[in-house]
């Protein structure tokens, strides 16, 4: 691209974001550690009967509280220890890690809002008295930013309505799809996983900008088209880094599921279920026999 539109597309990038910043609030970060949210059935399967979550701090929004308890989180290529529960106890277990974590465990958890676990990953949680395998449960949350009514009013947001955030900086981002939740409960903070957070060099207590509506159309206008850019190249790279060998016997339609690559490799003498020759069809992934 001629370097002089480069200039002109930042030149506008810039004055577009300050702008913004003055027009829109300050957002307070909280990055999110891995967690878990645990039912009193799971609680008690965990810590033992009629146990009860002790408190270690509270967390910026109101009632909710670290706790002193921990769990191992186990998956099929590693574990995680010391994964802190979230207080207070909920009706659902949950438990929320950030990709990098899904990796260490070989899973491929979805990007979920908090508490939205349905057909969400398998995980085992090991407490000291007990354990217990959840075949749905482990989510990567979607970034999203809590505000009261009055908040939203003022501001002119929405709940559910989807918002960029801008993040100064040496590793500045604009981070879109940010989700805002409106609640009686909440107060005004972002919140965002330990990857999201690393990326931007950011850590709790700083802060970001909600762009304005008007700056978000323009910049996602401009990410669709770099999007459409990226896509063949991001294509190649996929299909060459994410080769996997398979070792097992049986691929079960869940395996393939959970695989996050663009091809296989397996033995000539694994048996792949129908169910899961037709998954990876459809997931694009080219399944490889190995000849010895
Ligand atoms: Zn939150």
Request: charged share 25%; no cysteine; aromatic share 4%.
């Amino acid at each position: 691209m001629d370097p002089q539109i480069v200039q002109s597309i930042v030149e506008e990038v810039v004055l577009r974001l300050k702008r913004a910043g003055q027009t829109t609030p300050g957002i307070p970060i909280g990055v999110s550690a891995r967690h878990a949210h645990v039912s009193i059935e799971h609680l008690e399967t965990l810590f033992g009967a009629g146990y009860e979550l002790t408190q270690k701090s509270d967390l910026f929004q109101p009632g909710q509280f670290a706790a002193n308890e921990t769990v191992l989180i186990v998956g099929p290529k590693g574990s995680i220890e010391n994964v802190r529960i979230l207080g207070p106890v909920r009706g659902a277990t949950q438990v929320e890690i950030s990709r990098t974590d899904a990796m260490k465990l070989g899973y491929q958890p979805p990007l979920r809002e908090s508490g939205d676990v349905q057909g969400s990953s398998p995980v085992t949680i090991v407490g000291p008295k007990g354990s217990l395998y959840l075949t749905e449960g482990l989510i990567i949350a979607q970034r999203h930013i809590h505000m009261s009514p009055q908040d939203a009013k003022m501001y002119g947001f929405k709940q559910g309505e989807d918002v960029l955030v801008q993040i100064a900086g040496p590793r500045s981002i604009v981070y879109d799809n940010v989700r805002i939740r409106v609640s009686e409960r909440y107060k005004l903070e972002m919140h965002m996983d330990t990857d999201e957070a690393n990326a931007a060099w950011l850590a709790t207590g700083d802060t970001g900008i909600i762009l304005h509506p008007s700056d978000s159309k323009w910049m996602r206008q401009t990410t669709e088209l770099d999007e459409q850019l990226a896509e063949p190249a991001r294509r190649n790279r996929g299909y060459q880094e994410n080769v996997q060998l398979i070792e097992q016997k049986l691929l079960t339609q869940r395996d393939i599921q959970e695989l996050d690559a663009s091809t296989i490799t397996v033995s000539k003498h694994t048996i792949i279920t129908p169910l899961a020759r037709d998954t990876a069809k459809d997931k694009g992934i080219t399944i490889l026999f190995k000849q010895s």
